[in-house]
C-alpha cells in the first residue's frame, strides 16, 4: 500500500448512543478522522436532538462536516472527507 492509498483510507464507526454523553465519542472519533454515523432513533427525541446539537457544534469547531442521512441520522466527517449524498 502507498502513502496515497493511506491518506484516502477512513474508519467509518456507527454509534447508537443511549446517552447524551456518547454524542463525545462522535466528537473524539471525527476529531480522529473517522467518518461517523450517530443514528439517534434509540433515544427519546428532546434528548436526541440535545445529543445532535452538542454533537454538531464539536464537529463544528473541528471544521468538519455535517450532512442528514435520515430523519434522525446524521453522518458527520472530517473536513477533509468528500461526502456525495446522490
Known amino acids: 500500500m502507498n502513502i496515497g492509498q493511506l491518506q484516502a483510507f477512513h474508519e467509518v464507526l456507527v454509534i447508537t448512543p443511549l446517552r447524551f454523553e456518547q454524542g463525545a465519542e462522535a466528537v473524539l472519533a471525527v476529531r480522529e478522522q473517522c467518518i461517523v454515523v450517530l443514528n439517534l432513533?434509540?433515544?427519546?427525541?428532546?434528548?436526541a436532538q440535545r445529543t445532535a446539537d452538542f454533537v454538531?457544534?464539536?464537529v463544528r469547531a473541528l471544521d468538519g462536516q455535517e450532512h442528514?442521512?435520515?430523519?434522525?441520522v446524521l453522518l458527520f466527517a472530517p473536513a477533509n472527507?468528500?461526502?456525495?449524498?446522490s
Do not use: F, H, I, K
Open 41 to 47: 432513533t434509540a433515544m427519546e427525541p428532546s434528548l
Open 56 to 58: 454538531s457544534g464539536g
Open 68 to 72: 442528514r442521512v435520515g430523519d434522525q
Open 81 to 85: 472527507v468528500d461526502v456525495n449524498l
